[in-house]
């Protein structure tokens, strides 16, 4: 009988017809079975579904309205058989033996809920090495990760259960969805490290949302959204206000030197809000 668990990896696209057929050989290519393979077509209007087409049964296509890459991915989930869940953006691609190395330390660490690989990056073609901000940790990692998001979502597998106990992608944010949830989870979880480079991120392409205009923005409404929700310890919570002071602080600077004043106003408000409110709050209120 085969004991090992379904992994479900899941696929969100959108017009990446140069880029889709190799993320997903990339999958099906894995030496670890059984594998479910969900590809969620978000509205594609280009040769997406001709490529997807040619796998067959091999893989499940989902083809659905343009409404995001976090409806599209919660499209995916809901719709996953796996007990462990694997992403991969359309435009990466993994190297062999990625989900045979992940399985095997969860079943060597029943106590983890989630962990991720090490990565290759390749910009416009060339490889380049991450600066040291973006080298990725093991443990309890909700603090450095208010600064910049440290996990990556095609490097990551987590139990099916943690969605039941933290939500799905907020998909009301147009980008820095991945952010948003890593909080939620780092937040409650330790996040463990495969120090082993096993997925390919290539970047550089126009249609990036790691390109989108203003990101900081989302970022903010990212740390807001955590502050209030009651569930961060006095640390995080004094952590995050100092993040999001100086983030609400260089975006209004950018926002005045494009002439958008009032949105000026309203970040650096906020800021010396969630600064003051950060310094009355009670402990007793933030567990």
Not at 78 to 99: E, M, N
Request: aromatic residues 8%; charged residues 30%.
């Amino acid at each position: 009988m085969n004991t090992s668990p379904l992994v479900s990896v899941i696929i969100p696209v959108f017009n990446r017809e140069t880029f889709i057929q190799k993320a997903v050989d990339s999958v099906l290519l894995q030496d670890y079975r059984p594998i479910e393979c969900i590809v969620v077509d978000d509205g594609s209007t280009d040769q997406t579904p001709r490529v997807l087409a040619g796998f067959d049964n091999r893989i499940r296509v989902i083809r659905k309205e343009n409404l995001g890459v976090s409806a599209a991915r919660n499209t995916g989930i809901r719709a996953a058989s796996g007990s462990l869940i694997a992403f991969l953006d359309s435009d990466d691609y993994w190297l062999p033996g990625k989900i045979s190395a992940q399985v095997a330390f969860f079943k060597t660490h029943p106590e983890a809920i989630l962990c991720q690989t090490n990565e290759i990056w390749i910009r416009n073609g060339r490889r380049v090495n991450p600066g040291k901000r973006h080298k990725k940790r093991s443990g309890n990692i909700f603090i450095p990760s208010l600064a910049l998001c440290l996990i990556s979502p095609s490097a990551v597998m987590m139990r099916r259960s943690l969605f039941d106990r933290i939500g799905f992608f907020d998909e009301t944010l147009p980008a820095c969805e991945d952010y948003d949830l890593w909080l939620r989870v780092t937040c409650k979880y330790e996040v463990h490290l495969i120090d082993e480079a096993l997925i390919v991120k290539q970047g550089g392409h126009p249609d990036q949302l790691s390109r989108m205009p203003g990101l900081d923005r989302f970022r903010i409404m990212a740390i807001d959204k955590i502050m209030k929700t009651g569930k961060l310890t006095q640390d995080q919570y004094e952590a995050a206000a100092r993040v999001l002071k100086q983030k609400c602080r260089i975006y209004a600077k950018g926002c005045a030197r494009r002439g958008r004043f009032k949105e000026a106003e309203k970040y650096l408000r906020m800021a010396e809000d969630e600064y003051r409110f950060s310094r009355r709050t009670d402990q007793r209120n933030l567990h």
